[in-house]
């Protein structure tokens, strides 16, 4: 192993080369190898999902897809064997398991950074650069919407911003809202609030260069100095929204010592009312992944306890925003004064001929709890009713043709109610068909037939379908289905 980085598999920068090898010491060429090696994948499991779908074969799919626990307490986290899910002929991340939220592809390294943050049912959380969202995600899934736990998931930059929504959506947390603001402007919104943060910051993201070149034409150490700068003034106000008690979590994708142990020390210095309970520096040589830095700190004072915060007053509410009604918990209200891209789950949204169900609606984890909302809107119900689920097989070949927007033929004997009456106000069923002989009253069923279906796989929702007749007519949004 020559030690030229020029010469090895990655050509990185001479500048970069040689800090690393008097940061790393002996550990250098093991830095260096590991660096030519490809990069690992990880994925989360989204466990909320998982409780509130026990027909989903979770025990099977793990051994089929021969996934290995990473953090062995945690049952959520697992690396993955991309050479052997190709060979079964399954492409992570193009699967309907994903597409239906059941995990979430994350860096194996990344995971490594929430564990730490003791998060609890009921804590008030932040993620304040969260896009894409990875971490935003392994924080709800700590959170209990009935324990009174709430996430606002915050990327400044906007396009960012839209696609940690569209995550978010995938998954089906309700506990959650999605903005877009300055960290100066949430401080002044929320100062001393947050129970845990977490400042995933912007960095010069040198542990990305195994797997994205366009990381190293980006770097120089001009760079590394204005990240660091950028990176003060966001703990700044950060550290300005941690209540007494409270725990933050600062992290970066880099190595390098003025984003990492610098900010550590400058944290510690400007804020003496914290005290550090100790960090984590991962390398291509000595993790599974690409690389990650956290250092943990705590707020002096009493921590929120489970007592303060009170259950008994939690609801369910309904907010318009953008053409959309979502239904959130009440324990989220206090984020209604910031420019939000989602507040919970979407239920409605505004179409050509009025309104009509969200796909957000599909994915939400308690849905088969709403059923006395749905019938309960703010406006005017959709004309179209939900009447139908369709449970189909993983192994079946229409959950490819659903997800590449085609339509299905569909019996109806496969059919089963959704969560509200026809028409008529009966339950869609099998025993319907036989109310009654008469043709008078066939014909009327055969009308009250029509209807939107949750289309599933392996009890998995992916989306809805308009049936009609025996066939499911597909309603999985354009810009998200497979491309054939």
Known sequence: MKENCQENHISLPEEFCERMKIRLGQDWEAFLEAGSMPPKRGLRLNLQKVDA???????????????????????????????YLQSIGVQIGHDAYHE??????????????????????????????????????????????????????????????????????????????VSSCSAEELEEHFPAFFSRILVDAPCSGEGMFRKNPEAIADWSLEKVSQCAGLQREILDHALGMLREGGLLAYSTCTFSEEENEGMREWILDKHPELSFLGERHLYFHNSVGEGQYFAIFRKQGNDLKREDVDTSKLSMLWEKKAKKYFYYPSSLKCFLPLPLLRIGVAVLEEGKKGWEWSHSLSHAIDLPKWGEALTKLPEKSPETKLLYRLSLSGEDRRVEAYLNGQEIAVEKEELRNFLMADRKGKVNNKESDKESDKESDKESDKESDKGLALCACDGLPLGFGYYRNGRLRNLYPKGIRFKK
């Open 53 to 83: 779908h026990p027909d989903f074969p979770l025990k099977d799919w793990k051994e089929n897809w021969k996934l290995d626990e990473l953090i062995k307490e945690s049952s959520r986290e697992y690396l993955c064997d991309e050479e």
């Open 100 to 177: 239906a939220g059941l995990y979430y592809i994350q860096d194996p390294s990344a995971m490594s950074v929430v564990p730490y943050m003791e998060i609890r049912p009921f804590d008030r959380c932040l993620d304040l650069c969260a896009s894409p969202g990875g971490k935003s995600l392994q924080i709800a899934d700590r959170l209990k919407t009935e324990e009174g736990g709430i996430l606002l998931s915050n990327e400044f930059i906007m396009e960012r911003a839209k696609n940690l929504s569209k995550n978010v959506e995938r998954m089906g947390y309700s506990h959650v809202a």
